[in-house]
């Protein structure tokens, strides 16, 4: 190797840089990974004072849970919903952005700021907006559409107002990429298009998703990590997990039956499930994707 | 097919005049090239003829009608870009169709069937299932002519196609160009700034500069009269001299002082306008080796600063008094920097620029440029 791209003098100066990054991912990755699989396979009580060791007990307990198995119904169905609902939304949005020639740049803060605000902060002054008696969007909803909306009461209606919530909040960091995607699509192709006078549905489809999917798998990766794990502040601070579990995601569940029915194990367990879970469906899309995707060339 | 006739045409963009009231007329089945430096407008005014880019004044028909406010597709029109813009996901029959489906008064057996009479005219039947990313670049610039050949347009504009390919490439794919354009008679406007490009391949050659235009004349004309010095330096590599004289007028005879010689000029009767200094322009060709020209011919000297042997011939560059000189001699001749030549010009093929830059004088006139033809092809 020349002198001149030799980064550094010794293997060890190499490994003293690297040192930071070892230790921040061990004492708050790996070690609590490790941990919390231990935990999983033992019996506590008063936060972890107690332990036994229980073997899959915990696993057989969730295998036969009615709760549970609820809870993963609708964990699935939610980020189901979230991932396509975002993708959906935020590609016509960015579709619109890159096609604005006046203005661009406001329109595109404009649908990126919700982005830049905390999820806690976004969901406490929804839950004001939505609440079903003083919320002033639902006071119109309800106008234009006739509807009663008690989302406190009603379940499905609930997981819906979480749902929309989620997808809205995830819409900025969705709407960068994308815009960003379309624009490394050379101008020549869409004028190529113009040319032939193709429509603007059948370029979005045809061209622009076909050449966009390297980032279009990129966020669905993105997003499905988030409605399973990012969602939590939603679902703490405006339903609990109510109405009667409607909207009691995995992530919210195992944090009460850690925290609020002190069962660490339990939690533990059901942290490693969702884990399981997540990691697999990651895998899943990536093996699609990679067959689908088109990665230039 | 059909003639283009523009009037007037212009397009600024904000402060900036790309464009600058461009009269150009294209007669159908042409092949005309708009060439000039980077910026000189050439590519807007093709993306304004192909409704890419709006034209702020002016009018721009194709056939009998008025098109400013046409859409493109309405135009009959199809064109080639320099990086070709194939769809990178598509095959080659894929890319050539897309644009079909849209217009779609087809049915899909005859653009099929397009597809293939393009294909074979272009020899590309086995790229048509490969993708942009495994067709080399020629191979890809072929498919794109292919796109524009199926919609049979009216007009073909071509936008610097060639520019992207290795020199070699580019050479045979001019070639190929030309062959086509022969075959199909479709009224071609093609944008390169390489002048060896418009030279090959133009029916006439526009040249631009600064969004006017300078001169539009068949390539030979373009090169043996050209109308401005700006024209007169574009095209022909290495480029024509130009030095600086004082011009003295007596009666019919005229003569070019210049510190370092003094020609007295022929046909003095043809200046259209007798300015007492101007530019003088001869090109490097027709300056000889004073050996080598008639023995009545006028000459001067000049001291060799460098010299490029060509291949075909030997550039020498050399200066006469503070100017800087030009001048193709044989290959092989033995000449090396320091050396003072002795050099003749040849005097049908001198030019004469005011400080405006237009030619005032030509040594030949444009009428008896028949009479310079050394070879026609006997009558059978």
Same mark, same amino acid.
């Given at each position: 190797?020349?002198?001149?791209?030799?980064?550094?003098?010794?293997?060890?100066?190499?490994?003293?840089?690297?040192?930071?990054?070892?230790?921040?991912?061990?004492?708050?990755?790996?070690?609590?990974?490790?941990?919390?699989?231990?935990?999983?396979?033992?019996?506590?009580?008063?936060?972890?004072?107690?332990?036994?060791?229980?073997?899959?007990?915990?696993?057989?307990?969730?295998?036969?849970?009615?709760?549970?198995?609820?809870?993963?119904?609708?964990?699935?169905?939610?980020?189901?919903?979230?991932?396509?609902?975002?993708?959906?939304?935020?590609?016509?949005?960015?579709?619109?952005?890159?096609?604005?020639?006046?203005?661009?740049?406001?329109?595109?803060?404009?649908?990126?700021?919700?982005?830049?605000?905390?999820?806690?902060?976004?969901?406490?002054?929804?839950?004001?907006?939505?609440?079903?008696?003083?919320? &002033?969007?639902?006071?119109?909803?309800?106008?234009?559409?006739?509807?009663?909306?008690?989302?406190?009461?009603?379940?499905?209606?609930?997981?819906?107002?979480?749902?929309?919530?989620?997808?809205?909040?995830?819409?900025?960091?969705?709407?960068?990429?994308?815009?960003?995607?379309?624009?490394?699509?050379?101008?020549?192709?869409?004028?190529?298009?113009?040319?032939?006078?193709?429509?603007?549905?059948?370029?979005?489809?045809?061209?622009?998703?076909?050449?966009?999917?390297?980032?279009?798998?990129?966020?669905?990766?993105?997003?499905? &990590?988030?409605?399973?794990?990012?969602?939590?502040?939603?679902?703490?601070?405006?339903?609990?997990?109510?109405?009667?579990?409607?909207?009691?995601?995995?992530?919210?569940?195992?944090?009460?039956?850690?925290?609020?029915?002190?069962?660490?194990?339990?939690?533990?367990?059901?942290?490693?499930?969702?884990?399981?879970?997540?990691?697999?469906?990651?895998?899943?899309?990536?093996?699609?994707?990679?067959?689908?995707?088109?990665?230039?060339? | 097919?059909?003639?283009?006739?523009?009037?007037?045409?212009?397009?600024?963009?904000?402060?900036?005049?790309?464009?600058?009231?461009?009269?150009?007329?294209?007669?159908?089945?042409?092949?005309?090239?708009?060439?000039?430096?980077?910026?000189?407008?050439?590519?807007?005014?093709?993306?304004?003829?192909?409704?890419?880019?709006?034209?702020?004044?002016?009018?721009?028909?194709?056939?009998?009608?008025?098109?400013?406010?046409?859409?493109?597709?309405?135009?009959?029109?199809?064109?080639?870009?320099?990086?070709?813009?194939?769809?990178?996901?598509?095959?080659?029959?894929?890319?050539?169709?897309?644009?079909?489906?849209?217009? *779609?008064?087809?049915?899909?057996?005859?653009?099929?069937?397009?597809?293939?009479?393009?294909?074979?005219?272009?020899?590309?039947?086995?790229?048509?299932?490969?993708?942009?990313?495994?067709?080399?670049?020629?191979?890809?610039?072929?498919?794109?002519?292919?796109?524009?050949?199926?919609?049979?347009?009216?007009?073909?504009?071509?936008?610097?196609?060639?520019?992207?390919?290795?020199?070699?490439?580019?050479?045979?794919?001019?070639?190929?160009?030309?062959?086509?354009?022969?075959?199909?008679?479709?009224?071609?406007?093609?944008?390169?700034?390489?002048?060896?490009?418009?030279?090959?391949?133009?029916?006439?050659?526009?040249?631009?500069?600064?969004?006017?235009?300078?001169?539009?004349?068949?390539?030979?004309?373009?090169?043996?009269?050209?109308?401005?010095?700006?024209?007169?330096?574009?095209?022909?590599?290495?480029?024509?001299?130009?030095?600086?004289?004082?011009?003295?007028?007596?009666?019919?005879?005229? *003569?070019?002082?210049?510190?370092?010689?003094?020609?007295?000029?022929?046909?003095?009767?043809?200046?259209?306008?007798?300015?007492?200094?101007?530019?003088?322009?001869?090109?490097?060709?027709?300056?000889?080796?004073?050996?080598?020209?008639?023995?009545?011919?006028?000459?001067?000297?000049?001291?060799?600063?460098?010299?490029?042997?060509?291949?075909?011939?030997?550039?020498?560059?050399?200066?006469?008094?503070?100017?800087?000189?030009?001048?193709?001699?044989?290959?092989? *001749?033995?000449?090396?920097?320091?050396?003072?030549?002795?050099?003749?010009?040849?005097?049908?093929?001198?030019?004469?620029?005011?400080?405006?830059?237009?030619?005032?004088?030509?040594?030949?006139?444009?009428?008896?440029?028949?009479?310079?033809?050394?070879?026609?092809?006997?009558?059978?």
């Amino acid at each position: 190797m020349p002198e001149f791209t030799k980064p550094f003098d010794s293997k060890w100066q190499a490994a003293v840089l690297l040192l930071p990054t070892f230790v921040v991912l061990i004492a708050f990755l790996y070690y609590p990974g490790l941990e919390t699989f231990r935990l999983s396979l033992q019996q506590t009580i008063l936060l972890g004072a107690q332990k036994s060791f229980v073997g899959l007990e915990n696993y057989r307990t969730l295998a036969t849970s009615a709760a549970y198995h609820k809870s993963f119904a609708i964990s699935v169905a939610f980020a189901a919903v979230v991932v396509v609902g975002t993708l959906a939304v935020s590609l016509f949005v960015s579709y619109l952005l890159f096609q604005v020639d006046v203005g661009a740049s406001t329109y595109l803060i404009a649908a990126i700021w919700p982005y830049a605000l905390p999820t806690a902060v976004a969901a406490s002054v929804l839950l004001f907006l939505l609440h079903p008696s003083l919320g &002033i969007i639902t006071h119109y909803l309800e106008l234009l559409t006739g509807l009663s909306l008690d989302w406190f009461t009603n379940g499905p209606q609930a997981f819906v107002i979480v749902a929309v919530v989620a997808i809205w909040k995830q819409l900025g960091y969705n709407i960068i990429f994308m815009v960003a995607a379309l624009n490394n699509i050379p101008g020549t192709l869409t004028e190529s298009a113009q040319l032939d006078g193709v429509g603007h549905l059948k370029m979005l489809y045809k061209v622009y998703v076909p050449l966009m999917s390297p980032t279009l798998v990129f966020l669905v990766i993105i997003d499905t &990590i988030y409605a399973f794990f990012a969602t939590f502040p939603l679902v703490d601070l405006m339903t609990s997990g109510g109405p009667d579990g409607a909207t009691n995601l995995l992530i919210f569940k195992l944090y009460r039956d850690a925290f609020e029915f002190s069962n660490l194990g339990l939690a533990s367990a059901e942290s490693v499930v969702l884990f399981a879970v997540v990691a697999i469906l990651m895998y899943v899309q990536l093996r699609i994707s990679e067959s689908r995707a088109h990665y230039g060339g | 097919m059909s003639n283009i006739s523009i009037d007037g045409l212009t397009k600024k963009f904000d402060d900036v005049t790309a464009v600058d009231n461009i009269d150009l007329d294209i007669e159908s089945e042409e092949f005309l090239v708009l060439v000039g430096p980077s910026g000189c407008g050439k590519s807007t005014t093709l993306r304004m003829i192909a409704g890419l880019e709006s034209i702020t004044t002016g009018d721009l028909r194709i056939g009998d009608r008025r098109v400013n406010d046409l859409p493109p597709k309405e135009r009959g029109i199809a064109m080639v870009f320099q990086n070709y813009a194939l769809y990178p996901h598509m095959t080659g029959a894929e890319n050539m169709k897309f644009g079909m489906n849209s217009v *779609s008064d087809y049915t899909d057996d005859e653009i099929d069937d397009r597809v293939e009479e393009a294909a074979e005219v272009l020899d590309i039947l086995e790229l048509l299932d490969r993708r942009p990313g495994e067709l080399s670049g020629g191979e890809r610039q072929r498919v794109a002519i292919g796109r524009a050949l199926v919609r049979e347009p009216e007009v073909f504009l071509l936008d610097e196609p060639l520019s992207n390919l290795d020199a070699k490439l580019r050479v045979q794919m001019r070639a190929e160009l030309l062959q086509l354009h022969q075959e199909l008679d479709a009224t071609t406007l093609y944008v390169t700034h390489d002048q060896t490009e418009a030279m090959t391949l133009g029916d006439r050659v526009a040249v631009l500069n600064d969004g006017r235009i300078e001169q539009v004349d068949p390539p030979q004309v373009l090169y043996d009269y050209p109308e401005t010095r700006f024209v007169a330096e574009f095209i022909g590599s290495p480029a024509m001299n130009i030095v600086p004289v004082d011009l003295e007028y007596d009666g019919d005879s005229v *003569s070019a002082v210049h510190e370092a010689f003094e020609l007295s000029l022929p046909n003095g009767d043809r200046f259209t306008d007798q300015p007492p200094a101007a530019a003088f322009g001869v090109r490097p060709e027709d300056v000889s080796l004073a050996v080598n020209a008639p023995a009545d011919a006028q000459t001067f000297e000049a001291e060799v600063s460098v010299t490029e042997p060509l291949g075909e011939s030997l550039l020498i560059h050399c200066y006469v008094g503070d100017d800087e000189l030009h001048v193709k001699a044989e290959a092989r *001749s033995a000449i090396s920097p320091g050396d003072t030549l002795e050099l003749a010009v040849d005097e049908d093929r001198l030019h004469v620029f005011d400080d405006t830059g237009s030619a005032v004088y030509h040594s030949s006139v444009r009428e008896e440029a028949a009479s310079d033809t050394v070879y026609t092809t006997p009558e059978p």
